[in-house]
């Protein structure tokens, strides 16, 4: 009989009779499921904690989300210039370029920086 036979399911609590009794994690229920020491469960692929992305050691994941963000913002910016060429005069389009590409620059210097930290 598994130990999990041995215990009856209430819908606030888990009452077994054996305190052997393995939780899914493998622990017994009487080291209980984990509680405070669990707290730190893992997000995303670079294996950073909750408390690391507070603490400001899990950038990997940030990092990665910046470089799609501006990735896409070049998209839609290059599309947008497109679009202009065929509509405007060429100098009005390269003036709102090269603002375009002066804020861009600007947020890949912030964003790297930030990182550098």
């Keep these: 009989m598994s130990s999990l036979a041995r215990c009856s399911f209430q819908p606030d609590f888990l009452h077994c009779n054996n305190e052997s009794a393995l939780w899914p994690s493998g622990k ?18 670079d294996g950073a904690t909750n408390a690391d992305m507070r603490d400001g050691k899990g950038k990997d994941r940030n990092v990665v989300i910046q470089v799609v963000v501006v990735v896409v913002v070049i998209v839609v910016v290059v599309a947008v210039v497109l679009v202009l060429l065929l509509v405007i005069d060429v100098v009005v389009v390269l003036i709102v370029l090269l603002m375009v590409v002066v804020v861009c620059c600007r947020e890949v210097v912030k964003a790297v920086m930030a990182t550098g930290k």
């Design 28 to 45: 017994t229920l009487a080291q209980g499921s984990g509680g405070s020491e669990n707290k730190a469960k893992k997000i995303g692929n």
